[in-house]
């Protein structure tokens, strides 16, 4: 069972001040592979109107224990996943590298990184759908269970009202 007084916990400290966004994020990012059990966690925000690019605000990798942002993917490059994100809000990939809509990372993203499963749920705000959470699993295949979905959903909901203290 995931332990969801860590989330709180970032809550109030964001509540009260004493976390930044980029240090909320890089807290909740690590909390989230602590709790799944993954190697990788992050958050990433839609760009532009057209929502066609997604950029990283703050990414947890354990191997090494760093944390790094800013990188962007385009819907040009993994048009599937874009659909499929926008269709369902989630993907549940234990084989990303097989999975219909993860499968267009497999050069560019999943084998130079060793990533073989994928967890991602839409952050959404004011019913628009805003951002993504990610989880990660590399070295080898990593079966998702509804345990693990549902804590992601508790987290989104949780930054969603943390986007509205943040303004």
């Known amino acids: 069972m995931h332990d969801t007084n860590l989330l709180k916990n970032l809550y109030t400290l964001l509540n009260e001040g004493k976390l930044d966004r980029a240090k909320f994020f890089q807290m909740l990012a690590r909390v989230v592979v602590q709790e799944v059990g993954c190697s990788r966690g992050s958050f990433w925000f839609y760009d532009g109107a057209l929502q066609d690019k997604i950029i990283c605000e ?11 942002n800013g990188m962007v993917l385009s819907e040009d490059d993994y048009a599937p996943y874009f659909e ?9 990939a234990g084989d990303a590298r097989q999975h219909a809509a993860t499968s267009c990372f497999n050069e560019g993203y999943f084998e130079p990184l060793n ?9 959404e705000m004011d019913g628009s759908q805003i951002g993504i959470v990610c989880c990660e699993q590399t070295v080898e295949i990593k079966e998702w269970t509804q345990t693990d979905v549902q804590y992601l959903k508790q987290v989104v909901a949780m930054v ?6 943040l303004g």
Do not use: T
């Open 160 to 165: 969603s009202l943390a986007l509205k203290k």
């Open 84 to 92: 499929a994100m926008r269709e369902m809000r989630m993907i549940v």
């Open 58 to 68: 703050s990414l947890y990798d354990a191997s090494d224990n760093q944390w790094s």
């Open 115 to 123: 990533i073989y499963s994928l967890l991602d749920v839409g952050i």
